[in-house]
C-alpha cells in the first residue's frame, strides 16, 4: 500500500495567481498520476509524472497551465498558473503499485474568486 | 467517446437491502476492474477489484460481478448501511497500463 500526503487540502485563490500542490508518498512510486474533478464530474487525468522524465500530459492540458515537478521518486506537484474560476475543482495526485489499485492523495480543493 | 460509463447519476436505497451500481465499458482490453468509493472533502478509497479471469470476487459485504460478454460490471452492497452513503467510480485498466480509466461515478444515498 501507500500512503499519500497532499497539502493544501484547500485553497482560495484570486484570478490570475498560481497555487503549488504538494505531494509526498510514504514509499519510492516510478509513476504518480494528477487528476482533477470538477463539480458533478468524473476524475479527469491531468498528467503522468515520471521521476527524471518531462510529464505527460493528457488531451485538453498543456504544460504552461499546469506544470509538474518530479523531482525523486515520492514528491511531485502540480502548479495550477494564472487561474481563472473555471479551474475551480479538487485536485487529486495518486500512485498505482505494481498494477494493483491507486492510492490517493485527500485532495486539495480549490477554489478561484 | 466514454471507455468506462455508469449511467445513474444517483441510487437510493433503503437501510438494510441491496444496493446494486452498475458499469459498463467498451475497451474489450481492459483486463482489472476496480471499484472505489469517495466522501465529499476526500479522496477516493478502494473497495474491491476483479480481474478478467473471474467472474465474482466478494470482500465482505461487496461482492463485484464481471460479465465479460456484455462488458458489464456491477457492485453489490448487502446489506446497505448508512455509512454506504458516497459517491462509489468504477474503474479499468489494461495490461502492465498504470493508468485507470473512470467512470463518472454514481452517488449511493441510504436512506435510514
Known amino acids: 500500500s501507500a500512503v499519500i500526503s497532499q497539502k493544501p487540502s484547500r485553497d482560495i485563490c484570486q484570478r490570475g495567481t498560481s497555487l503549488t500542490i504538494q505531494c509526498q508518498v510514504d514509499s519510492q512510486v516510478t509513476m504518480m498520476f494528477w487528476y482533477r474533478q470538477q463539480p458533478g464530474q468524473s476524475l479527469t487525468l491531468i498528467a503522468t509524472?515520471?521521476?527524471?522524465?518531462?510529464?505527460?500530459?493528457e488531451s485538453g492540458f498543456v504544460i504552461d497551465k499546469f506544470p509538474i515537478s518530479r523531482p525523486n521518486l515520492t514528491f511531485s506537484t502540480l502548479t495550477v498558473s494564472n487561474m481563472s474560476p473555471e479551474d475551480s475543482s479538487i485536485y487529486l495526485c495518486?500512485?498505482?503499485?505494481?498494477?494493483?489499485?491507486?492510492?490517493f492523495g485527500q485532495g486539495t480543493r480549490l477554489t478561484v474568486v | 467517446d466514454q471507455q468506462v460509463k455508469q449511467n445513474s447519476p444517483s441510487l437510493s436505497v433503503q437501510e438494510g437491502r441491496i444496493s446494486i451500481l452498475n458499469c459498463d465499458y467498451t475497451n474489450s482490453m481492459f483486463d482489472y476492474f476496480l471499484w472505489y468509493k469517495k466522501y465529499p472533502a476526500e479522496g477516493p478509497t478502494f473497495l474491491i477489484s476483479i480481474s478478467s479471469i473471474k467472474d465474482k470476487n466478494e470482500d465482505g459485504r461487496f461482492t463485484v460481478f464481471l460479465n465479460k460478454s456484455a462488458k458489464h460490471l456491477s457492485l453489490h452492497i448487502v446489506p446497505s448501511q448508512p455509512g454506504d452513503s458516497a459517491v462509489y467510480f468504477c474503474a479499468a485498466s489494461s495490461d502492465s497500463n498504470y493508468q485507470l480509466i473512470w467512470g463518472a461515478g454514481t452517488k449511493l444515498i441510504i436512506k435510514p
Open positions: 495518486s500512485v498505482r503499485i505494481a498494477g494493483s489499485e491507486a492510492f
Open positions: 509524472a515520471n521521476q527524471g522524465s518531462e510529464a505527460t500530459y
